[in-house]
């Protein structure tokens, strides 16, 4: 793995933004193009079976925690307890999922999954896939993104719910609106009937005990770019067990268990020692060096790094009433005071590409860039 340094494209602003990226700058460039990551194919099959491992091993720490009534320490709400155990043993579809893994010195190791509403699904999709095209169509790149969400909506037809498939996201947010609406865009190449709402626009019939959009149509299938953490606490959350369509909700609840920080130390326990994960506790104490994380933070909040026992960094946020977890200290690579992070995508239960997040710092954060990746010979 190394990183070289080139000049972006000319226009590469229009470029982007003529595939429908719209959010490539915020405050700072997001999309960043001045640099690249490159990977033999030793490492990026290192990476792919990596990846389909510790998915395996995810379903397991699931049916564990299942087995085991271990909610409490996700803080899931007991009321949906019974729902969320009802999408497991109905084997209700999940279409994707990101590994956050950190390659350093040979050693792959898994930080954390975002189970429940992985975004950069576009950037690593399409944009760089095309800015290889472009750059060096010769080589190649970890990326069946694509290809894999189209086949796997449509292998999911025959598990949904007669009907539409909505797809909800939070309005104002061009990221959020951006994979959302590409997610759907691969489920109408695979054949899927599909509409578009924001989550604030779902309603609730209460004679009929159904969700309902604006046109008071009941709604037997949704895909939520919003987290299941949150639903759980809305005043809508409550009706999600009793809905009379029983729509089919993509990432279904089981995903709560694998969305929350609380996973790793699960998954410490059911596999200690293991080469791809780090060790993970609940208490502080056991650990010299280690990453205090929220069991529910997003975007690199709340994070504090001690190394040999001395503060090494902290992150602010609004997160951390829910609990933390102690993992391990294992710090990110420097390729010269650039950090990258690799998330690694699952695709219909198979790993399917990598898009690389990279930052100033330690802990990879909303201003973290977007950097491109190809496999050289």
């Known amino acids: ?33 001045g640099a690249y990551y490159v990977f033999t194919m030793e490492e990026v099959l290192h990476i792919e079976g990596a990846t389909a491992e510790l998915w395996e091993m995810c379903l397991k720490a699931v049916q564990h925690v299942m087995d085991k009534g271990l909610y409490d320490v ?88 007669p009907g539409a498939l909505y797809f909800g996201c939070v309005p104002g947010s061009a990221e959020d609106l951006t994979n959302c609406e590409y997610l759907r865009d691969c489920a109408l190449q695979a054949g899927l009937d599909t ?40 005043p809508f959350g409550h009706h999600i067990p009793v809905d009379r369509a029983r729509a089919k909700i993509i990432e279904p609840a089981w995903k709560m268990i694998l969305s929350n920080k609380a996973i790793l130390p699960i998954l410490w326990e059911l596999f200690p020692d293991h080469p791809l994960l780090l060790p993970a506790y609940f208490a502080p104490g056991r650990l010299a060096s280690f990453a205090r994380k929220p069991l529910l933070s997003r975007e690199g909040a709340n994070i504090d790094l001690v190394r040999d026992g001395q503060a090494l960094l902290h992150t602010e946020g609004e997160y951390g009433e829910e609990g933390f977890i102690y993992q391990g200290l294992f710090e990110l690579p420097s390729f010269g005071g650039h950090y990258p992070l690799i998330g690694s995508w699952v695709i219909g239960q198979e790993p399917a590409g990598m898009g690389i997040r990279e930052s100033d710092a330690l802990v990879t954060d909303n201003l973290s860039r977007f950097v491109p990746h190809m496999i050289i010979p």
Request: overall charge negative; charged content about 25%; glycine content about 4%.
């Open 1 to 33: 793995m190394r990183r070289l340094t080139v000049q972006p494209r000319p226009d590469w602003q229009q470029k982007v933004e003529n595939l429908g990226f719209g959010f490539h700058t915020a405050e700072t460039t997001y999309w960043d193009e």
């Open 74 to 161: 996700f803080h899931i709400p007991s009321w949906v307890v019974p729902y969320l155990e009802s999408t497991w043993e109905q084997d209700q579809p999940s279409i994707y999922g990101r590994f956050d893994l950190c390659y350093k010195e040979g050693q792959l190791k898994m930080l954390e999954f975002n189970a429940d509403t992985p975004t950069s699904l576009f950037e690593a999709g399409v944009v760089q896939w095309f800015w290889l095209q472009e750059v060096a169509p010769e080589n190649d790149q970890f990326n069946s993104i694509h290809e894999k969400l189209i086949a796997y909506w449509a292998h999911l037809k025959d598990y949904l719910n």
């Open 195 to 234: 509409k578009r709402l924001f989550i604030p626009e779902i309603g609730w019939d209460g004679m009929r005990e159904v969700f309902v959009d604006l046109d008071e149509e009941p709604i037997a299938n949704l895909f939520k770019l919003y987290p299941w953490e949150w639903m759980v606490h809305e």
